[in-house]
C-alpha cells in the first residue's frame, strides 16, 4: 500500500508496473497521494500523472481510477473532481528546503515545503489508513495540517510508577487515530513498539506489559507523528516480595537525609512520624505509597543528633526503624 506521498514536479507523477508472473494480480493500493505540478504532458495532452499499464486500487488521491476508454499515451487514470490543487494549498514550494542540513542530533531539519495551507482542500479530505491524524478524517499528503491552536499529546496519569509486570498509561490525545507506543531501556535501546487506538481527547489509555524484562527502569513513550511524550517506569525483580515491610534502610547513622525502601501490596497513603528518645514526636508527615517497591527520603537535617524511632503507618499496620543522626 502506498499512502501519504507528495509527488512533485516530475517528469511523471507515479509509475505502476507488475512482473508479468503475477498478471492478474492488482499490484498497487493507493491511498491520499498527492501528484502535483508534473514537467512532462502524456499522449492526450494531460498532466503526466500517472503511467500504468495494470489495473490497481486508489481513493482519496489527486486522480481517480479510469479504465482504456480514457485517451492518453497510458490509460488507467484521469484527473480527480474532488480536490483542486493550487500552490495556494501549500504553505511553501521551495524546493531548496529538501537540500537543508540535518539537525545537530541526526534528526531532520523542520521545514513548511508541501505542508498544507490553512483552508485547502486537501485537509481532512483522505481516507484512515490506520496512522495518525488530526481532524474529522485523514489529509491528502505527506504532513497532516495542525492548526495554531493545537493542544499536543499529553499524559494524565499512569500507575503503578514501580512494577512487577503491567504498567497503564492513560493520556490525552488530540487525535483520533493510531498512537505509536514505544518502549526504550536505560540506554536508550528500543524493545517494544506497538500502537494504541486514539479517540480524540482525555479517554485513551493503554496497558504495557514488562514482565518479560529484567528489572530496571524503562521509558514509555507516545508518539502521534506531530508530538510525543513519555513516562519512566520501574520494573522491580520478580522475586521481590510485595507484603507491607521494610526492604532496606540507609545510611545510618546520618548526618542529613535517610532513605527506607519498603513494599507495599497496594496503593496507600501512610502516616509517617518521627519520634525521639522520650517517644515526642518531632516530625510528620504522609507519603503516597505505590504497590511494589518503595523509596522515601526524610530530611533530618533539621533535628538534633541522637537517635530516632521512624514509624510506617498504614491502616494501622505499622512498620518502624531506628536511625540515629549525628
Known sequence: MVYNNFSYANGIGIEINVNPAFEGITPSTYYNNIIYKTVQDDAGGRPYNLSSVNTYTESNNTWDFAGPEIIGSLPWWQPTDSVIVTDDDFVSLDLSQLELPRKEDGSLPDITFGKLNTGSDLIDAGIDVGTPYYGDSPDIGYAEYIPNNYNPLKITQYSPEKT??????????????????????????????????????????????????????YTVKLNDGSSSVSVKVTKIPADIDVDYKIVKKFPNPTTDLFAIQFTCPEPATLSVTVSDELGEVVMSDYYPAQQNLNKMVLNLSPLEKGNYKITLNKDNNILSTKVTKQ
Open 164 to 217: 512487577l509486570d503491567m504498567v497503564s498509561v492513560s493520556y490525552y490525545s488530540p487525535i483520533t487515530g493510531s498512537v505509536s507506543v514505544i518502549v526504550l531501556n536505560e540506554t536508550g535501546n528500543q524493545l517494544l513498539s506497538s500502537s494504541s487506538n486514539a479517540t480524540e481527547g482525555y479517554n485513551n489509555k493503554v496497558n504495557i506489559d514488562l514482565s518479560t524484562y529484567e528489572s530496571g527502569i
